[in-house]
């Protein structure tokens, strides 16, 4: 590791151990948030599986109910119950923060009207009406899939950016620094050691000559 360029001074070697102490500082903090991030992350990466697991075995389950309804009814009844829906959805989209990242925050808000389905029961078989149930449950967790997802993303990215930044601080500042100050203060003590050296020969040619 190369040690910084400065002069070998009391100045400089006091700035040098006052930086130090603070990329110290800044590092200890730096890493107690990458801990705490990667955490939060593994707690979203358990959700995320979850959610999905949840999502694809009901959408199974609503395709499946779904392609039942559909072979028992021609294509022209089955358009017809389906035309008019009664129900709509309206997408919310905000920002929670996740250790200081900023990451979205969405909701879904069903408004139905008088009637859940929009046919008659007489119309459609009742596959047909488990699959409305059904697909109204999973648009929400669809959503909430979407947004942890999103969060995923964002964090593994953040978690990424303090990674590089901890790194440069523990195996490239500190230890500059650290050389850099350990240079300097061995600089120092060789120079007082001469002034000592040259004292103590000027004091010894006096009283050589005073005597």
Known sequence: MSRLNVNPT???????KARLKTATRGHKLLKDKLDEMIRRF???????????????????????EFAFAKGQLSKGALENAFMLPTATLQLKRGTTSIMNVEV???????KTGSEPYPYAFAQITS???YSVKRISEVVAKLVKLAEVEKQV?????EIE???????????????QLE???SFITGKLDENERASITRLMKVKSMIA???G
């Open 153 to 157: 993303a964002m964090l593994a990215d």
């Open 179 to 181: 050389e850099t100050i």
């Open 208 to 210: 050589d000559k005073n």
């Open 104 to 110: 979205p925050a969405l909701s879904v808000e069903e």
């Open 10 to 16: 009391r100045m400089e070697l006091k700035k040098l």
């Open 127 to 129: 596959e047909a009406d």
């Open 161 to 175: 950016k303090n990674k590089r930044r901890v790194n440069a601080l523990e195996y490239v500042m500190i230890p």
């Open 42 to 64: 593994s707690l979203l990466i358990k959700l995320n599986k979850k959610l999905r697991d949840e999502v694809e075995s009901q959408l199974g389950q609503v395709l499946k």
